[in-house]
């Protein structure tokens, strides 16, 4: 198989604090995994792509001093939304890519983050 | 550029009726792969099925099945005999090689199977 977990499920944070989010891959090794958020009955945003042990690559639009991403395993990515504000409120969803399987991407169970 | 459009945005069925998902891309690459995911209410993206450009041969796996028209830039989905737990939004999505495999997505389709 290809399990892609992340931790917490869901969060609930005061404006202002920084929740960190972490992205695992269980039964493969990811030099590359990537982040995305998804509003309301909308799509995929991707925010970045991470590779391990190299600095991410965000996309136009992502304040990568808002969203600090670190891949410092073949297995562990983390993404910390610093200083939270509500507009930060979203759904977030980590995917990785087997090494030996560049083509598809599977995806983890998301993580609900409301700041208040 | 790269584009995927799913141009039904919801789509409402009688359990045990067949449903065919839209999906239409463009890309001028002639190398690119597309997917299909599922993701239900509980929100985690299962994938379906991964289609490379160079194969065309429609796929049918259980209930499900794939339409790859390269002369359309059409990837649909059919679900046949649908049922309650199909209800889910369905993602259809394209990676191209000279863009590292980043995937765009479409806008998604929900479907409800109603009983």
């Known amino acids: 198989g290809a399990v892609v977990s992340q931790h917490p499920s869901r969060v609930i944070c005061k404006s202002g604090t920084s929740v960190k989010i972490e992205c695992r891959s269980l039964d493969f090794q990811a030099t590359t995994m990537f982040w995305y958020r998804q509003f309301p009955k909308k799509s995929l945003m991707l925010m970045a792509t991470s590779n391990e042990g190299s600095k991410a690559t965000y996309e136009q639009g992502v304040e990568k001093d808002k969203f600090l991403i670190n891949h410092a395993s073949l297995t562990l990515s983390t993404l910390t939304v610093t200083s939270a504000h509500p507009e930060d409120s979203s759904f977030y969803i980590c995917?990785?890519?087997?090494?030996?399987?560049?083509?598809?991407?599977?995806f983890g169970p998301g993580t609900r983050l409301l700041v208040l | 550029a790269q584009k995927v459009t799913q141009a039904q945005t919801e789509i409402s069925v009688v359990e045990k009726e067949d449903v065919t998902l839209d999906c239409v891309y463009e890309?001028?690459?002639?190398?690119?792969?597309l997917f299909w995911y599922k993701q239900p209410p509980s929100g985690e993206l299962v994938f379906l099925i991964r289609r490379n450009s160079f194969d065309e041969q429609n796929e049918i796996s259980g209930r499900y099945s794939w339409n790859f028209q390269k002369s359309t830039s059409s990837f649909n989905f059919t679900i046949t005999a649908s049922q309650v737990v199909d209800s889910a939004v369905y993602f259809c999505?394209?990676?191209?090689?000279?863009?590292?495999?980043?995937?765009?997505f479409g806008g998604g389709t929900r479907l409800m199977v109603k009983p």
């Open positions: 995917s990785a890519r087997r090494d030996r399987d560049e083509e598809t991407q599977y």
């Open positions: 890309t001028r690459d002639t190398t690119y792969y």
């Open positions: 999505a394209l990676s191209m090689v000279f863009v590292g495999n980043m995937l765009t």
